[in-house]
């Protein structure tokens, strides 16, 4: 696991991730790993179903539950043109 690694946080992380308490966060910084029983703190972005951040989050997790998600892939579909980026007025 990296920093800008997409992971999945469960129940193998914490008890407290079970269900639809479980969330997928883009890791921000990874603390050091507590040598004696495996947990450390992880901060970084909860994402919802479309990728984009909710909410920063501080978790201390065991790191032996910590998956990465796999990479998502991004289809674009015929017939469809992207969007020009919008201007900001300042």
């Not at 978790?59 to 015929?78: D, E, H, Q, S």
Request: proline share 4%; charged share 25%.
């Amino acid at each position: 696991m990296r920093v800008g690694d997409v992971v999945f946080i469960g129940l193998d992380c914490s008890v407290q991730f079970t269900g639809d308490r479980s969330l997928i966060m883009r890791v921000a910084s990874i603390g050091e790993v507590d040598p004696y029983n495996g947990w450390v703190w992880v901060a970084g972005y909860v994402l919802d179903a479309r990728g984009t951040a909710t909410a920063k989050r501080e978790l201390y997790v065991i790191k032996a539950g910590l998956r990465v998600a796999p990479a998502r892939t991004v289809v674009n579909k015929p017939g469809h043109k992207e969007r020009a980026p919008r201007r900001v007025r300042a």
